[in-house]
Nanobody, 115 residues
Framework: VQLQASGGGLVQAGGSLRLSCTAS???????KAWYRQAPGKQREEVAS???????NYADSVKGRFTISRDNAKKTVYLQMNSLKPEDTAVYYC???????????WGQGTQVTVSS
């Protein structure tokens, strides 16, 4: 399975972006997540969505970001609104099977928020 992320870019503070991540194989039963890593910082989980569509968000993005998935398109999305400069990072998508046996990462997409 390969994950292809897209949708990053440069945006002004207060703006919006939507990230997409499409899988090459069957991952409809996997939990999907978005992580980010800013320069000099550890990678952190931003949001996740289970196969049953339960979602979880980091406190720093609650109310601003929305994760969703379209299994027919094998795609997970991250809608990011009210972006802040501190959201600047490389964003990675992740797909993990229920038992954690299979764990896949996308290549990362850069999000830069200017003040």
């Amino acid at each position: 399975v390969q994950l292809q992320a897209s949708g990053g870019g440069l945006v002004q503070a207060g703006g919006s972006l939507r990230l997409s991540c499409t899988a090459s194989g069957r991952t409809f039963s996997y939990t999907k997540a978005w992580y980010r890593q800013a320069p000099g910082k550890q990678r952190e989980e931003v949001a996740s969505i289970t196969s049953g569509y339960s979602t979880n968000y980091a406190d720093s993005v609650k109310g601003r970001f929305t994760i969703s998935r379209d299994n027919a398109k094998k795609t997970v999305y991250l809608q990011m609104n009210s972006l802040k400069p501190e959201d600047t990072a490389v964003y990675y998508c992740n797909a993990i099977s229920g038992a954690g046996r299979n764990n896949y990462w996308g290549q990362g997409t850069q999000v830069t928020v200017s003040s």
